[in-house]
């Protein structure tokens, strides 16, 4: 079921009656207006839901009601039923992470975050690179995102970790031995410099969850 959103906005404008001596308002300004947008409309259980509020704080509800945002999108983001199984729809979503359009690129970034749990074969490949790459070539971006924990959470950015080891399990291989997370996360902090105070923290709790999932991943090499 497509989500779709109502605003009702009631304008009143009222009368008031003036004293003996003052003129009275002309009934054109006294009479009431009230304004309907047919073209959404809005659940009350959506409303109410944790999920509704998300995307409405963190202004992502014009992408889910712009014809232009892909189905796959919306449906992740929606938690509804979806797949990766188109290989072209679902790796047009990786460089939406670099969208020319600025503002759609923290929704995009979502729709990946919640597109890991279902990621296998080619687009984990995909997904492994292009996390790494981005969160390289794009550090003080992803670090921002995370200034704002009702949009992308703690947990988000646990999943970020998983996306970048992704990349290391398949590239590293053959050099495992070698402090190729270290030197990751060292670019990032350097590549951070100028970020806030906030962004470092996040950088720095990524770095750490990084390093610890890939000692996991290590006890598990043969």
């Known amino acids: 079921m497509k989500l779709t959103v109502i605003i009702i906005l009631t304008f009143g404008l009222l009368s008031c009656n003036n004293s003996a001596d003052k003129k009275t308002v002309d009934n054109e300004t006294a009479k009431d207006s009230l ?3 047919d073209t959404f409309y809005i659940d009350q259980n959506e409303v109410n839901s944790n999920e509704y509020k998300e995307f409405h704080q963190c202004d992502f ?9 892909p189905k796959l999108a919306k449906d992740i983001y929606l938690d509804k039923e979806w797949n990766l ?13 670099t ?9 995009y970034f979502k729709v990946v975050t919640k597109s890991e749990k279902k990621s296998d074969g080619y687009y984990s490949e995909g997904l492994g690179y292009a996390g790494y790459i981005y969160v390289l070539n794009n550090t003080q971006e992803f670090a921002s995102y995370f200034d704002n924990k009702q949009c992308h959470t703690d947990n ?7 996306i970048v080891i992704m990349e290391f399990s398949i590239s590293g291989e053959g050099s495992y031995d070698k402090p190729i997370v270290d030197d990751y996360i060292k670019k990032l902090k350097s590549n951070c410099k100028d970020c ?3 962004q470092k923290e996040t950088i ?8 610890e999932k890939w000692n996991e991943f290590l006890k598990h090499i043969d």
């Open 99 to 107: 969208a020319k359009d600025k503002t759609s690129r923290p929704f």
């Open 85 to 97: 199984r188109n290989d072209t729809e679902a790796l047009a979503l990786l460089d939406s992470l």
């Open 204 to 211: 720095n709790k990524f770095g750490l969850t990084l390093k």
């Open 156 to 162: 988000d950015l646990a999943t970020w970790a998983d």
């Open 61 to 69: 509800d014009k992408f889910l009601n712009d014809p232009k945002t």
């Open 35 to 37: 304004v309907h947008i």
């Open 196 to 198: 806030s105070t906030a």
